[in-house]
């Protein structure tokens, strides 16, 4: 796959969290929890979001680039949207950002970009089914099971571009006008989970409640950036030891680049769970505001 340090401990916290929640479904198929077979869908949904992800989808240049902005402090790939590349030109220029405040903008884009693929191969799943529906000639008992699954994707796509929009606005926002010295948050995550949050239906106790939970979860983000960072130092050593023929310090820096990528690993798996909760809490407080 000739992926990064960093990209390869990320797909093992991707896929260790699609095994723990395809054993999850198992147990409720057995005990006939899953009928209209949403939930099976929505895992077959989330193996091709990561298998496109990584670039495992048989696909060329189907791979998302890595999301921590390491490379030398140059990005080497593209947003594929003239808007998005229109506006980070344009931040890069205006002389209004420090060099950590282009890594952490630039985070932001790449983000935003992971957030439109993923809408993206929501929608082709959508439209995929809706195909098949159609051409459905007796309607029946299954058939209205599966609109209801149908109506639920319709709502899932309705608050991916919700949150696309509000994400584009707030980019242009800060590349226009650099980075508000008081702002909350600064995780791109963190700030769709709180723009979502604010627009769900919780109540004031509630949703200060989420604030505190979503600093923890910030400051837990945070962290794995910083062993992302450092597995990728610890690679790039190791790489320039191996060609020295020096067997114990090459010993020594395999010890600690397996220390590094085992708790990079570690984290990663705890942040997209972490992000995975939080997620549902918020969907379920913005399909309350709809009923």
Do not use: C
């Not at 229109?86 to 983000?111: I, M, P, T, V």
């Not at 109506?151 to 650099?178: A, C, M, P, T, Y």
């Amino acid at each position: 796959l000739h992926l990064s340090a960093v990209k390869l401990a990320e797909l093992h916290s991707d896929l260790k969290i699609q095994e723990k929640d395809e054993l999850s479904w198992k147990k409720l198929k057995a005990e006939g929890l899953d009928e209209d077979g949403e939930k099976e869908a929505k895992l077959r949904r989330n193996l091709n979001v990561i298998m496109t992800k990584y670039g495992m989808n048989g696909k060329k240049d189907s791979q998302l680039v890595d999301t921590n902005y390491i490379k030398d402090g140059t990005e080497s790939d593209t947003l594929d949207d003239p808007r998005l590349e229109k506006l980070w030109s344009k931040a890069k220029s205006s002389g209004k950002f420090s060099d950590e405040e282009l890594d952490k903008l630039w985070r932001e884009f790449k983000h935003h970009k992971e957030k439109v693929h993923e809408y993206n191969i929501l929608l082709e799943t959508v439209s995929r089914t809706e195909d098949i529906h159609k051409n459905v000639i007796n309607p029946s008992e299954e058939n209205l099971v599966k609109e209801e699954i149908l109506h639920n994707k319709h709502r899932e796509l309705k608050d991916k571009l919700r949150s696309i929009n509000q994400g584009f606005e707030r980019l242009r926002k800060v590349s226009h006008q650099g980075y508000d010295t008081s702002s909350e948050f600064e995780e791109p995550r963190v700030i769709d989970l709180w723009d979502m949050a604010k627009s769900a239906n919780f109540t004031e106790k509630e949703l200060e409640s989420f604030r505190e939970e979503l600093k923890h979860f910030e400051a837990k983000i945070e962290k794995h950036h910083h062993y992302q960072k450092q597995l990728e130092i610890s690679h790039q050593k190791l790489k320039h030891v191996e060609g020295t023929g020096d067997k114990d310090h090459l010993n020594r820096n395999k010890e600690k680049y397996a220390m590094l990528e085992e708790k990079t690993k570690e984290l990663g798996y705890k942040v997209k769970k972490h992000l995975q909760d939080l997620t549902s809490r918020i969907s379920q407080g913005l399909q309350h505001n709809e009923l």
